[in-house]
């Protein structure tokens, strides 16, 4: 049985094959244990970051609960507004191409289904967790995690499960720095000071300083919280020199685009850098698609924001 959508004393966790992605791998059992250990004790002391919203909390009992009906679901959701607001925007966004808009609450728990509701409401959570934890980067963070989630989405097939699993990887795809800045928030700053972009260098100077990086700190949470193993795999992964599987490649293009959106660049260059990515030797995206789509992300990403 999963765990509640809260970090806490996790018990006997699931082991998994950790190795230095971002680096050469580590075959041995001793450093494997190692890093497990490491992720465990980091899950622990970093406690008082899942406490998530009363709403959320509801929402993922009720989507447990095999007696639980659609209207249930409806009425956790409903307990917060703003998180409600939000569900129904992304019931528009990941279903773009429909003719009608979802117009009411019960109509986006509906459409989305019991575990993307679940799913979607702890992204928003975490992500909106950046506002208490990351003082003047939780906007930076935000923006990342919203822009990353919106290309997942529009790169899918408008309404299928791969778009709603990109929404929410998206939206948690960084949150293991999250966790980290909560453990020690000085250490991070000064790891971010050399490498102020989530990228391959910062994965590695994370494994030096923590022991794990915030892909693995990441997926082993969410794991336990019991998110989808698609999800759960492709945030794990997302910093792979070359991904293996469309999820993770969809994440790492995700990623990399934000992070251009951000900056300013134009489509025309974001265009360029995604068409020959290792990301997109997987995806086989072409140029006119990527640019259709590309323009679609800018007002997306406005409609999720301001998020707090």
């Not at 059992?29 to 992720?39: I, S």
């Not at 702890?122 to 990353?148: C, L, P, W």
Request: with cysteine; hydrophobic share 45%; glycine share 6%.
């Amino acid at each position: 049985m999963s765990s509640s959508p809260v970090f806490r004393k996790p018990g006997i966790a699931k082991r998994h094959s950790l190795t230095h992605r971002c680096s050469r791998p580590i075959p041995q059992e001793a450093a494997v244990v190692a890093t497990e250990t490491r992720l465990d004790a980091a899950l622990r002391e970093a406690g008082e970051l899942g406490i998530m919203p009363a709403a959320v909390t509801e929402i993922d009992r009720v989507a447990k609960d095999p007696r639980s009906s659609l209207k249930n679901l409806e009425t956790a959701v409903a307990l917060d507004p703003m998180l409600a607001a939000r569900i129904l925007k992304f019931a528009n966004t990941a279903h773009y191409g429909r003719r009608r808009t979802i117009t009411d609450l019960r109509q986006a728990v509906l459409t989305l289904g019991m575990r993307t509701v679940r799913d979607v409401a702890i992204g928003m959570a975490v992500a909106a967790r950046a506002n208490e934890v990351m003082d003047a980067k939780a906007e930076q963070f935000i923006q990342h995690s919203v822009y990353t989630a919106v290309i997942g989405t529009v790169m899918e097939v408008s309404g299928s499960q791969a778009a709603n699993d990109a929404f929410v990887s998206g939206l948690l795809h960084n949150m293991g720095g999250l966790i980290m800045v909560n453990l020690d928030s000085d250490k991070y700053a000064r790891l971010e000071a050399h490498h102020p972009k989530g990228n391959t260098a910062r994965c590695m100077m994370e494994q030096v300083a923590y022991g794990f990086n915030h892909a693995d700190l990441a997926a082993e949470c969410l794991d336990r919280w019991g998110l989808p193993g698609r999800v759960v795999h492709a945030i794990r992964h997302h910093h792979d020199p070359t991904p293996r599987d469309k999820a993770t490649a969809l994440l790492a293009l995700g990623d990399q685009a934000a992070q251009q959106f951000l900056e300013g660049d134009r489509i025309g260059e974001i265009i360029r850098v995604a068409i020959d990515s290792d990301a997109n030797r997987v995806l086989g995206i072409g140029k006119e698609k990527l640019n259709a789509r590309f323009r679609q992300v800018p007002s997306l990403f406005r409609a999720f924001m301001p998020f707090d």
